[in-house]
Nanobody, 125 residues
Framework: QVQLIETGGGLVQAGGSLRLDCVAS????????MGWFRQAPGKEREFVAAIAWTGTFTTYGDSMKGRVTISGDSTKHTVTLEMNRLKPEDTAVYYC??????????????????WGQGTQVTVSP
């Protein structure tokens, strides 16, 4: 099994920045992709960003594109999400995710085998 632990959530004012970190442990050799989803109250879980360990490939969801950067260390199985120019509508629980394989679409929840417990990000007006 693989465990994902997120850190770095918290409260930030609109326009501010926040960094989220995630570390994978356990059978990490099977994980080839990592990323982030988020879920706001009353809304569907939404894709934010992902990175593939096979190269430097990264991909971003539309909601935060241009304001977030995903990076990671494949040898340590860590992934970081840098978020800038945050808005109140970015308030959500942010989940770290991991996948053995991506079969069709990084943005699809079902592609991911492992999920963290989530970390709360709150952006005040």
């Amino acid at each position: 099994q693989v465990q994902l632990i997120e850190t770095g959530g918290g409260l930030v004012q609109a326009g501010g920045s926040l960094r989220l970190d995630c570390v994978a442990s356990g059978r990490t050799g099977s994980v080839h992709h990592m990323g982030w989803f988020r879920q706001a109250p009353g809304k569907e879980r939404e894709f934010v960003a992902a990175i593939a360990w096979t190269g430097t490939f990264t991909t971003y969801g539309d909601s935060m594109k241009g304001r977030v950067t995903i990076s990671g260390d494949s040898t340590k199985h860590t992934v970081t999400l840098e978020m800038n120019r945050l808005k109140p509508e970015d308030t959500a629980v942010y989940y770290c995710v991991g996948a053995n394989y991506i079969f069709s679409d990084y943005a699809v929840k079902g592609e991911y085998d492992y999920w963290g417990q989530g970390t709360q990000v709150t952006v005040s007006p």
